[in-house]
């Protein structure tokens, strides 16, 4: 495969990393004065952020592990519509032989390996996680799912990068919320270790099992447009940035960047995330060591709080607007990065969602 040294990351309202990270923590402080001195009392923090995915919270019970003569009666019974009765007969004999013989040797020891506290939490996470990471097939459509927010009938043409904004903004809001211990369970004793590693979460490939990198405390996102990436800061020293400045700077990157048409053949680092999980590990590796350059760029996008892709063509049909949430369309086919939960904004003030679930 051919490749070249990607380029630095464009900057659009970069602060020093220093100030980036004062202005992380001031902005939480803020915000969580806000949200304590809500109604005029204060709000005690529901957890610890970073205990979130190690501690048991709201103390609910393991996942039990299925009893394994019902597990085999199930797995008959199933046969039955979809099996001829000679065949179904061999697959009787078969399980009858293992529920005698090897099935109660590994339900003891799978009971026994369930024995502990801490992870893996369940007696399948542990081989999910293994399966999920190690999958080498391409992550669009096979792996990363996607949705669209219902279209917003007074969000006119011209206003869609004003509704990216507003969505940008709130969804720093909502994490900030969450990083100070005030997001309440959705539902009664609902688990709520899953929004530890929703934003921020990076998939970076690796030969044979990928790796996930967290970043909840992000500072910025990155803004991809005709497979050219932008840094956005949006967390500042004081807060979050306003939804108008946001708009600024998006419309400032969408305007001065050209179509693909009218650029160099170049599509963007991005497509290469959409390739066999080895041959994308082997790329990146060699990119990494060709300079510094391709590292902090690299990093710049895992260490985003998310994505953000800025197609020049719009989608004429809900067909199309669905082949560029789940793959691409020739034109935007580099401007994904599959590794990273990835907004997608289409008009009428759409604004899709494509992600690699972190933790499935």
Known sequence: MQWAPMGPIREVGRRTAAAACRGAVQGLQAATRRMSTAAGKSIAPAYQFHELYSTNHLGLPRLPIPDLDATLDRYLESLQAVTEPA???????LVESFRKNEGPVLQQQLVAADAHAGYPYSYVERYWDDMY?????????HVAPGY??????????DRAMLRLAKFISATFLWQQKALAGLMAPDQAFGCMSFIGRLLGTARVPKKTRDELRFSPASTHIAVQCA???FRVDVLAKNGIVSV??????????YSTVPPPGQMDADPGVGILTREDRDVWAGVRARMEGHSATN???LEEVDSSLLVVCLDHEEPASTSQRS???LHGRPGNLGNRWYDKMQVIPSPPGLNPKSYTLPKP
């Open 133 to 141: 990471l190690g999958l080498r097939c391409p992550l669009s459509v």
């Open 87 to 93: 065949d179904l007969e061999a697959h009787r004999k």
């Open 227 to 229: 497979g050219r990436i």
């Open 323 to 325: 082949q560029d949430l």
């Open 295 to 297: 590292r902090r760029s």
């Open 148 to 157: 669209g927010l219902r279209p917003d009938a007074d969000c006119v043409k």
């Open 244 to 253: 108008e400045e946001l708009h600024r700077q998006l419309q400032y990157i």
